[in-house]
């Protein structure tokens, strides 16, 4: 009789503890929840905006991963692509693969018209110095992201670019200086068109 009495006389405070407690729960889930809905919703204008040319800064330890490959992708149409390479730099340990697939595509594809623009004033060393970082950075991507058929075909366009030949060991280690200029260059030239 005595516990019956005392459950009843401990039921209405632990009732209200745990109501107290539940509603003390679920304002702190609605209060993070809001806080991630406003941070979502603030990263996403901040997207929009660098879509739409505006040149914003990015807070790079803080900033989500799409938010990120927008300031990369309008540093890399503001032709800056130093800071874009920073920011890729700092920001790859924690990206998830697809959009560090994405980033390093979007680099590789950057020096490849670099190197075609070095092609047409005549730097051909320049030239095949940046596009065998992009293959470099191709495979990286597709190692992240094996199935993208972009980075495949870019890779294929670099690769025809720039072979990847072996050396030849027969070459004298000491060139004459009355040797005739080597005429054929690692860099045949850049495809266009269909095979």
Excluded at 108 to 126: E, F, Q
Aim: charged share 25%; net charge positive.
């Amino acid at each position: 009789m005595e516990l019956r009495r005392l459950a009843k006389q401990a039921l209405p405070m632990w009732r209200s503890a745990l109501l107290w407690s539940a509603l003390a729960t679920s304002a702190a889930s609605v209060m993070y929840f809001a806080v991630a809905y406003w941070r979502a919703l603030d990263a996403n204008n901040m997207v929009r905006a660098l879509n739409s040319g505006q040149d914003i800064d990015v807070n790079i330890a803080r900033a989500p991963d799409r938010l990120l490959l927008a300031r990369i992708n309008e540093l890399l149409r503001r032709d800056r692509f130093d800071e874009a390479q920073g920011i890729a730099n700092a920001a790859a340990p924690r990206m998830a693969d697809q959009h560090r697939a994405q980033t390093l595509y979007n680099l590789a594809n950057d020096r490849v018209r670099r190197a075609t623009a070095l092609i047409s004033k005549g730097d051909i060393d320049g030239a095949t110095a940046l596009v065998n970082v992009a293959k470099s950075e191709y495979r990286l991507a597709l190692r992240q992201s094996p199935d993208v058929w972009d980075v495949k075909y870019n890779l294929d366009v670099a690769m025809r670019m720039v072979r990847d030949l072996p050396s030849g060991d027969n070459e004298p280690e000491e060139v004459p200086p009355d040797a005739p200029k080597r005429v054929w260059t690692d860099l045949p030239g850049v495809p266009k068109g269909l095979p």
